[in-house]
């Protein structure tokens, strides 16, 4: 089963659909909605065409709470220089920080270090406090995609990595989110990040360091999980900071972020380019310098 | 102008009370539902008796984000042994962790580092993104107070501060919201935790290294502040966890929270006297036990 959220006209609208691929919408605004109702399984829908893929926003639009989990991959821990922790490295996403699938990323022009972050998402469907591994499991309505942008200048300021983490509108979610009986993380899923179309990073959820399970299991110890609330799993090795030189997300590129059984998120970065930062820099000149400088360091490499 | 919510039955309502102490109620849950509809003071509001003290809630039930500063005092970034930080260091609570200016404080016996931290809190009373100086100033709908509760050890588990900081309903906020026309925290409002009647943080506003207005300004660089979201501004010297021998809240310990102008949270602290965390500590030995331990530790220092 896949849930999702449509724009439908000036409002949007929350979907169901089965492994056939037929669409049942329910007269709710969001797949959060529709998770916060007690039994949603049995609420009146009716079937539809199914939507089309320009048009699906967040699943959820306003998460109660977006956790996400720092160092959560041996290879990633490794390539910036850190131990892999021993208890899951949390910090939070407020709302304003999300974004649709498809929309684009549009940054104030005060950082150039803006980097991608693929990461599985845990969607919670159920209250829970202080889960065993059973409870755990019972907990996850589903998985979706979000990339973790991340602002590195911004993230390093202080030792809190917040406010590199939560620029308004810079972390894309969706397209849908895939029920556990589709797809299982344990099992390995794909996960990949491509910036025009070149892979940028790529690892597999069997690699994930907590476990889905775990992380449940850990958060809920401290806080009350509940439905709509998501927790991003962190990410696999590749970021951009790291390689040398640094490789940082520019005005006009394409951000794919991927994961097998789920979709793909793909959104177009925008920097500086709203009146109160001055002339758009996205002019053809600058694309093209772009364009020269990801050639120029993708030949470094080889 | 204070605002406030009070419990009424099973539900709340938002009120307003003028210098006067004339209390005005709105048919609304809380004072968070207030501030988000546009022209607010132009509601229908109807007079009432002034709500009893032990009825008030946190003003708003479920802020969309609570934003918090760390190291904002000189002498408490020296009593921990850091730098004076040279921009904001920024990390959130989410709504889960928020309590009411009277509630338990019930944490699971997962830790035995439960310290305080009081802080002038601001509550945001318009959407705001990228202020100057001016529009800062009136994105303040008022000031209300926040015991940033910190479970030390958690706190300490990764780099990210986030697991200690936000254990269910830990953070008790309150008694009311007091306009800006009322009080100025750069004139200095004194700010204090008392535990069991004994002051252990006594700080002013005016002392605040980056002050209200530079908060908002520097927080709506990067993200969009909305109605009814929470900064909450730091807190001075005087934590539990720097001193000789270091300091902790145990069962039945009565945590005071004031600051001049707006009033005082006043919240007992249970630790572990849940069933699931085994027998409950709070049993009359323990509390002797508590109280010697508190008078060992004052004569200590004398």
Request: glycine share 8%; net charge negative.
């Amino acid at each position: 089963m896949k849930l999702g959220t449509v724009r439908s006209g000036e409002q949007s609208r929350a979907f169901r659909q089965d492994g056939s691929g037929r669409t049942f919408y329910y007269d709710l605004e969001d797949v959060g909605s529709l998770l916060n109702i007690p039994d949603w399984e049995r609420l009146p829908s009716r079937e539809g065409e199914p939507p089309a893929p320009a048009d699906l926003l967040a699943p959820v639009a306003r998460p109660g709470k977006t956790i996400c989990v720092g160092l959560n991959y041996f290879d990633h821990a490794a390539e910036v220089g850190k131990a892999a922790p021993e208890v899951p490295a949390l910090f939070s996403k407020v709302s304003t920080a999300l974004t649709g699938p498809r929309n684009d990323i549009r940054l104030p022009g005060l950082s150039m270090e803006v980097d991608w972050e693929a990461e599985l998402a845990v969607v919670i469907g159920k209250r829970t406090t202080r889960a065993d591994e059973a409870q755990a499991r019972e907990a996850v309505a589903g998985y979706t995609i979000i990339n973790d942008l991340s602002i590195r200048d911004w993230q390093r300021r202080t030792s809190e990595w917040f406010q590199g983490k939560n620029f308004d509108h810079s972390t894309p979610v969706g397209p849908v989110i895939v029920s556990p009986d589709e797809i299982d993380p344990e099992s390995g899923l794909r996960v990949e990040t491509l910036v025009n179309d070149q892979i940028e990073q790529s690892g597999t959820t069997s690699d994930l360091i907590f476990s889905v399970t775990e992380l449940v299991r850990y958060i809920s110890q401290v806080l009350t999980l509940e439905p709509g609330d998501i927790i991003a799993t962190g990410t696999p090795g590749g970021v951009g900071f790291v390689q040398k030189p640094p490789c940082f997300l520019q005005t006009g590129d394409v951000l794919r972020t991927r994961i097998e059984g789920i979709g793909e998120l793909c959104n177009t970065i925008q920097i500086g380019n709203d009146q109160s930062d001055g002339p758009a820099r996205n002019s053809s000149k600058q694309l093209e310098m772009s364009a020269l400088r990801r050639t120029a360091r993708k030949e470094s490499r080889q």
